[in-house]
Protein backbone atom coordinates (compact mmCIF):
# COMPACT_ATOMS: atom_id res chain seq x y z
CA UNK A 1 0.00 0.00 0.00
CA UNK A 2 1.41 3.27 -1.20
CA UNK A 3 1.95 6.54 0.49
CA UNK A 4 1.57 8.83 -2.26
CA UNK A 5 -1.59 6.60 -3.53
CA UNK A 6 -3.37 9.21 -6.39
CA UNK A 7 -7.17 8.19 -6.79
CA UNK A 8 -8.47 7.31 -10.00
CA UNK A 9 -11.26 9.34 -12.14
CA UNK A 10 -13.27 6.43 -11.75
CA UNK A 11 -12.87 3.92 -9.20
CA UNK A 12 -13.24 0.42 -10.00
CA UNK A 13 -13.06 -3.43 -8.31
CA UNK A 14 -10.44 -5.16 -9.40
CA UNK A 15 -9.72 -7.53 -6.49
CA UNK A 16 -9.98 -7.23 -2.37
CA UNK A 17 -8.40 -5.00 -0.92
CA UNK A 18 -7.26 -7.06 2.24
CA UNK A 19 -8.01 -7.13 5.68
CA UNK A 20 -10.39 -9.49 8.08
CA UNK A 21 -13.69 -9.25 5.51
CA UNK A 22 -12.27 -8.71 2.25
CA UNK A 23 -13.84 -11.91 1.43
CA UNK A 24 -17.14 -10.97 1.94
CA UNK A 25 -17.45 -7.03 0.68
CA UNK A 26 -18.33 -5.84 -2.66
CA UNK A 27 -19.98 -2.88 -4.45
CA UNK A 28 -23.36 -4.47 -5.51
CA UNK A 29 -25.99 -5.26 -3.24
CA UNK A 30 -28.61 -8.21 -3.61
CA UNK A 31 -27.66 -11.91 -3.18
CA UNK A 32 -24.93 -14.24 -4.60
CA UNK A 33 -26.78 -17.70 -3.99
CA UNK A 34 -30.00 -19.55 -3.30
CA UNK A 35 -30.80 -20.08 0.38
CA UNK A 36 -34.23 -20.14 2.64
CA UNK A 37 -34.00 -18.89 5.71
CA UNK A 38 -35.04 -21.52 8.68
CA UNK A 39 -38.53 -20.74 10.57
CA UNK A 40 -39.36 -22.09 14.34
CA UNK A 41 -42.04 -22.16 16.18
CA UNK A 42 -42.50 -19.02 17.36
CA UNK A 43 -43.96 -15.53 15.42
CA UNK A 44 -40.76 -13.82 15.99
CA UNK A 45 -37.43 -14.80 14.04
CA UNK A 46 -34.25 -13.13 14.46
CA UNK A 47 -31.34 -13.35 12.12
CA UNK A 48 -28.27 -12.48 13.44
CA UNK A 49 -24.49 -12.78 14.86
CA UNK A 50 -23.83 -11.27 18.25
CA UNK A 51 -21.86 -8.04 16.84
CA UNK A 52 -22.98 -4.91 18.88
CA UNK A 53 -25.67 -4.55 16.09
CA UNK A 54 -26.53 -8.02 16.54
CA UNK A 55 -26.90 -7.92 20.31
CA UNK A 56 -29.19 -4.90 20.94
CA UNK A 57 -32.02 -7.23 19.34
CA UNK A 58 -31.17 -9.92 21.86
CA UNK A 59 -30.65 -8.18 24.57
CA UNK A 60 -34.35 -6.16 24.25
CA UNK A 61 -35.82 -9.50 23.77
CA UNK A 62 -34.38 -11.01 27.20
CA UNK A 63 -35.16 -7.87 28.51
CA UNK A 64 -38.66 -7.87 27.31
CA UNK A 65 -39.04 -11.51 28.72
CA UNK A 66 -37.50 -10.89 31.60
CA UNK A 67 -39.93 -8.05 32.40
CA UNK A 68 -43.43 -10.87 31.90
CA UNK A 69 -43.60 -9.29 28.22
CA UNK A 70 -44.57 -12.39 25.75
CA UNK A 71 -41.51 -11.97 23.26
CA UNK A 72 -40.56 -15.53 23.07
CA UNK A 73 -38.50 -15.89 19.89
CA UNK A 74 -36.34 -18.53 17.70
CA UNK A 75 -33.06 -16.79 16.91
CA UNK A 76 -30.58 -18.68 14.03
CA UNK A 77 -27.28 -17.99 13.44
CA UNK A 78 -26.31 -16.29 10.14
CA UNK A 79 -22.19 -16.39 9.97
CA UNK A 80 -21.20 -13.12 8.35
CA UNK A 81 -17.74 -14.19 7.52
CA UNK A 82 -19.12 -17.19 5.49
CA UNK A 83 -21.41 -14.61 3.17
CA UNK A 84 -24.91 -16.46 4.96
CA UNK A 85 -26.01 -12.44 4.58
CA UNK A 86 -26.05 -12.73 1.04
CA UNK A 87 -28.55 -15.56 1.00
CA UNK A 88 -31.92 -14.73 -1.27
CA UNK A 89 -33.70 -15.73 2.18
CA UNK A 90 -31.85 -13.25 3.76
CA UNK A 91 -31.65 -10.48 1.47
CA UNK A 92 -35.56 -10.64 1.25
CA UNK A 93 -35.93 -10.00 4.49
CA UNK A 94 -32.98 -7.56 4.35
CA UNK A 95 -31.98 -5.83 1.08
CA UNK A 96 -29.14 -4.24 2.82
CA UNK A 97 -27.87 -7.74 4.10
CA UNK A 98 -26.80 -6.76 7.51
CA UNK A 99 -26.89 -8.35 11.09
CA UNK A 100 -29.90 -8.65 12.51
CA UNK A 101 -32.95 -9.00 10.41
CA UNK A 102 -36.21 -9.92 12.02
CA UNK A 103 -39.31 -11.41 10.60
CA UNK A 104 -42.68 -11.23 12.56
CA UNK A 105 -44.69 -13.73 11.11
CA UNK A 106 -47.51 -13.14 13.31
CA UNK A 107 -47.99 -9.81 11.36
CA UNK A 108 -45.89 -10.95 8.25
CA UNK A 109 -43.66 -7.61 8.42
CA UNK A 110 -40.03 -7.39 8.12
CA UNK A 111 -37.84 -5.35 10.25
CA UNK A 112 -33.97 -4.18 9.56
CA UNK A 113 -32.02 -2.05 10.81
CA UNK A 114 -30.83 -2.17 14.72
CA UNK A 115 -32.87 0.63 15.93
CA UNK A 116 -35.65 -0.15 14.07
CA UNK A 117 -36.18 -3.65 15.32
CA UNK A 118 -36.01 -2.19 18.60
CA UNK A 119 -38.53 0.65 18.05
CA UNK A 120 -40.49 -2.04 16.29
CA UNK A 121 -40.51 -4.28 19.73
CA UNK A 122 -40.73 -1.64 22.24
CA UNK A 123 -44.03 -0.89 20.68
CA UNK A 124 -45.50 -4.12 20.00
CA UNK A 125 -45.02 -4.79 23.56
CA UNK A 126 -46.89 -1.77 24.72
CA UNK A 127 -43.49 0.77 24.62
CA UNK A 128 -41.79 -1.06 26.99
CA UNK A 129 -38.28 0.62 27.88
CA UNK A 130 -39.41 4.05 25.84
CA UNK A 131 -39.84 6.14 28.87
CA UNK A 132 -43.60 7.41 28.96
CA UNK A 133 -42.96 10.92 30.42
CA UNK A 134 -42.47 13.51 26.94
CA UNK A 135 -39.34 14.80 27.46
CA UNK A 136 -37.46 11.77 28.86
CA UNK A 137 -39.03 9.89 25.81
CA UNK A 138 -37.46 12.73 23.13
CA UNK A 139 -34.36 12.70 25.49
CA UNK A 140 -34.16 8.86 24.55
CA UNK A 141 -34.65 8.73 20.88
CA UNK A 142 -32.00 11.99 21.04
CA UNK A 143 -29.50 9.28 22.58
CA UNK A 144 -30.82 6.21 20.44
CA UNK A 145 -29.96 8.25 17.13
CA UNK A 146 -26.87 9.72 18.38
CA UNK A 147 -25.60 5.75 18.66
CA UNK A 148 -26.52 4.88 15.44
CA UNK A 149 -24.95 7.91 13.67
CA UNK A 150 -22.12 8.00 16.19
CA UNK A 151 -20.60 3.95 16.04
CA UNK A 152 -19.90 3.68 12.34
CA UNK A 153 -16.98 6.12 13.72
CA UNK A 154 -16.20 3.25 16.55
CA UNK A 155 -16.26 0.17 14.39
CA UNK A 156 -16.21 1.04 10.69
CA UNK A 157 -13.30 4.04 11.39
CA UNK A 158 -10.99 2.71 14.92
CA UNK A 159 -12.56 -1.04 15.02
CA UNK A 160 -11.60 -1.25 11.07
CA UNK A 161 -8.04 0.37 11.17
CA UNK A 162 -6.90 -0.49 14.42
CA UNK A 163 -8.15 -4.40 14.22
CA UNK A 164 -8.97 -5.61 11.18
CA UNK A 165 -6.97 -3.23 8.47
CA UNK A 166 -4.37 -5.09 6.51
CA UNK A 167 -1.55 -2.61 7.44
CA UNK A 168 -1.33 0.23 10.54
CA UNK A 169 -2.29 3.45 9.13
CA UNK A 170 -1.27 5.75 11.71
CA UNK A 171 -3.29 8.55 10.19
CA UNK A 172 -6.37 6.36 10.33
CA UNK A 173 -5.98 5.28 13.62
CA UNK A 174 -5.10 8.84 15.42
CA UNK A 175 -7.85 9.93 13.22
CA UNK A 176 -10.35 7.37 14.75
CA UNK A 177 -8.63 7.19 17.65
CA UNK A 178 -9.83 10.67 18.76
CA UNK A 179 -12.88 10.89 17.89
CA UNK A 180 -14.05 7.48 19.84
CA UNK A 181 -12.62 9.32 22.46
CA UNK A 182 -14.25 12.31 22.27
CA UNK A 183 -17.69 10.17 22.23
CA UNK A 184 -16.65 8.35 25.35
CA UNK A 185 -16.27 11.98 26.62
CA UNK A 186 -19.84 12.90 25.44
CA UNK A 187 -21.16 10.26 27.60
CA UNK A 188 -18.87 10.17 30.73
CA UNK A 189 -20.34 13.60 30.70
CA UNK A 190 -23.80 12.74 30.85
CA UNK A 191 -23.52 10.17 32.83
CA UNK A 192 -21.36 12.16 35.58
CA UNK A 193 -25.09 13.73 36.74
CA UNK A 194 -27.49 10.86 35.11
CA UNK A 195 -28.03 7.07 36.37
CA UNK A 196 -29.57 6.02 32.67
CA UNK A 197 -29.41 8.16 29.42
CA UNK A 198 -32.92 9.20 29.35
CA UNK A 199 -34.54 9.17 32.84
CA UNK A 200 -34.63 5.47 33.38
CA UNK A 201 -33.59 2.34 32.35
CA UNK A 202 -34.24 2.11 27.93
CA UNK A 203 -33.54 1.51 24.50
CA UNK A 204 -30.89 3.91 24.29
CA UNK A 205 -28.95 2.46 27.43
CA UNK A 206 -28.98 -0.83 25.26
CA UNK A 207 -28.00 0.62 22.18
CA UNK A 208 -25.11 2.68 23.32
CA UNK A 209 -24.10 -0.16 25.89
CA UNK A 210 -23.83 -2.58 22.80
CA UNK A 211 -21.60 -0.62 21.27
CA UNK A 212 -19.24 1.91 24.54
CA UNK A 213 -20.64 -0.43 27.50
CA UNK A 214 -18.74 -3.28 25.87
CA UNK A 215 -15.77 -1.31 24.99
CA UNK A 216 -15.40 -0.10 28.01
CA UNK A 217 -15.46 -3.56 30.03
CA UNK A 218 -12.60 -4.57 27.52
CA UNK A 219 -14.48 -6.57 24.53
CA UNK A 220 -13.58 -4.64 21.67
CA UNK A 221 -10.77 -4.77 19.52
CA UNK A 222 -8.14 -5.58 22.33
CA UNK A 223 -7.79 -1.59 22.44
CA UNK A 224 -9.36 -0.66 26.36
CA UNK A 225 -5.87 0.03 27.08
CA UNK A 226 -4.93 1.89 23.97
CA UNK A 227 -7.59 3.96 24.86
CA UNK A 228 -7.25 4.64 28.34
CA UNK A 229 -11.15 3.37 29.20
CA UNK A 230 -10.85 3.30 32.38
CA UNK A 231 -10.21 7.23 32.83
CA UNK A 232 -14.50 7.02 31.58
CA UNK A 233 -15.43 6.04 34.75
CA UNK A 234 -19.14 7.14 34.95
CA UNK A 235 -19.41 5.14 31.53
CA UNK A 236 -17.45 1.94 33.31
CA UNK A 237 -20.09 1.97 35.92
CA UNK A 238 -22.83 2.78 33.73
CA UNK A 239 -21.68 -0.55 31.67
CA UNK A 240 -21.33 -2.50 34.73
CA UNK A 241 -25.00 -1.77 35.96
CA UNK A 242 -25.97 -2.79 32.82
CA UNK A 243 -24.43 -5.71 32.73
CA UNK A 244 -25.44 -7.45 35.72
CA UNK A 245 -29.16 -7.06 34.19
CA UNK A 246 -30.06 -10.72 34.03
CA UNK A 247 -31.63 -9.89 30.42
CA UNK A 248 -28.35 -8.42 29.47
CA UNK A 249 -26.44 -11.68 30.46
CA UNK A 250 -28.46 -13.69 28.17
CA UNK A 251 -28.58 -11.28 25.40
CA UNK A 252 -25.40 -11.38 24.90
CA UNK A 253 -24.94 -15.18 24.69
CA UNK A 254 -27.48 -15.23 21.55
CA UNK A 255 -26.36 -15.99 18.41
CA UNK A 256 -22.82 -15.91 19.90
CA UNK A 257 -20.24 -18.56 18.02
CA UNK A 258 -17.13 -18.36 20.07
CA UNK A 259 -16.12 -17.96 23.06
CA UNK A 260 -16.09 -20.58 25.95
CA UNK A 261 -18.66 -22.83 25.61
CA UNK A 262 -20.58 -21.52 28.71
CA UNK A 263 -21.10 -17.94 27.04
CA UNK A 264 -22.02 -18.94 23.70
CA UNK A 265 -25.71 -19.70 22.16
CA UNK A 266 -25.34 -20.11 18.16
CA UNK A 267 -29.26 -20.51 18.46
CA UNK A 268 -32.15 -19.69 20.87
CA UNK A 269 -35.31 -21.25 20.44
CA UNK A 270 -36.68 -21.32 24.04
CA UNK A 271 -35.48 -20.42 27.67
CA UNK A 272 -34.43 -23.91 28.21
CA UNK A 273 -31.54 -23.16 25.57
CA UNK A 274 -29.81 -21.28 28.70
CA UNK A 275 -30.48 -24.09 31.71
CA UNK A 276 -28.66 -26.75 29.11
CA UNK A 277 -25.36 -24.70 28.67
CA UNK A 278 -22.42 -25.77 30.69
CA UNK A 279 -22.19 -23.95 34.20
CA UNK A 280 -19.43 -20.84 34.19
CA UNK A 281 -16.20 -21.76 36.36
Known amino acids: ?88 GFVAVNPNSKIPALMDHGTGQRVFESASIMLYLAEKFGGAFIPKDASQRTEMFSWLFWQMGSAPFLGGGFGHFYAYAPVKIEYAINRYAMESKRQLDVLDQHLATNEWMAGEYSLADMAIFAWYGNLVLGRAYNAAEFLDVESYTHVLAWAKRIDARPGVVRGRMVNRSWGEEWEKLPERHSAADFDALPKAP
Open 1 to 88: MSDDYTPPKVWKWEQPSGGTFASINRPIAGATHDKELPVGKHPLQLYSLATPNGVKATILLEELLEAGSDAEYDAWLIDIGKGDQFGS
